[in-house]
Structure formats: C-alpha cells, structure tokens
C-alpha cells in the first residue's frame, strides 16, 4: 500500500541541525511534488517547504529561507529536509505530503506520513 514516513526528528540545541527524511513505499515519489508541514502546539499548520517532481523548483516559507533545504533522492524514493542553524520556533510536529505541484491547495495534499517530532531547546 501507499505510504510515507517520515524520520529523522529529535531534541537538539539551539543552533543545532537536523536532517528529515520522507520515504515513500508502494509508489515512486519522483512523479509528485512533496512538501513539509509543521504544526506546533497553539499554532496552525504551516508549509515549510515544497520541491517539485518535473523541474526540481524548491519554494520555503520566509522564516526558513536560508537555513532549511529540502532535495529528492529518486533512487532512494525520499525527501529530504535539511534544517540548520535551528530555533526554538521551529519546534513543531513535521509532516511531509505529496500533490501535483508546489502551488497546489492545502487540500489537494492526497496522501500524508504520520508526523516527527523536532523539539529545539537548551
């Protein structure tokens, strides 16, 4: 069946960098957009990052740019999201999905992993 899952997550300091990982299963990735979510507690969820399946074009919400970079590996079937440079505001829940394009509507998310935990604190 379908899934992603994604991993990588954990406690780090401030300053500090992590790297996420959505792996696909029971499809092939490279023919779909893949974004990453995060959701903390009290807030909305909020797109991070997108990269698209035909041109490899990234887009990041502005509070990342420069610090997280997300990158496919086809053969391995994942995405990838660097994150460097962290702060206690990116604590959130981060969930990859995948859609037809970065510009798509929340809703046109079709299939999501369960979610990893990244808690930046001293």
């Known amino acids: 069946q379908v899934q992603l899952v994604e991993s990588g997550g954990g406690l780090v300091q401030p300053g500090g960098s992590l790297r996420l990982s959505c792996a696909a299963s029971?499809?092939?990735?490279?023919?779909?957009?893949v974004g990453w979510f995060r959701q903390a507690p009290g807030k909305e969820r909020e797109g991070v990052s997108c990269?698209?399946?035909?041109?490899?074009?990234?887009t990041y919400t502005d509070s990342v740019k420069g610090r997280f970079t997300i990158s496919r590996d086809n053969a391995k079937n994942t995405v990838y999201l660097q994150m460097n440079s962290l702060i206690p505001d990116d604590t959130a829940v981060y969930y990859c999905?995948?859609?037809?394009?970065?510009?798509?509507?929340?809703?046109?998310?079709?299939?999501w992993g369960q979610g990893t935990q990244v808690t930046v604190s001293s």
């Open positions: 029971g499809f092939t990735l490279d023919y779909w957009a």
């Open positions: 990269i698209d399946s035909s041109d490899g074009r990234t």
């Open positions: 999905a995948t859609t037809g394009w970065c510009d798509a509507a929340l809703s046109e998310y079709e299939l």
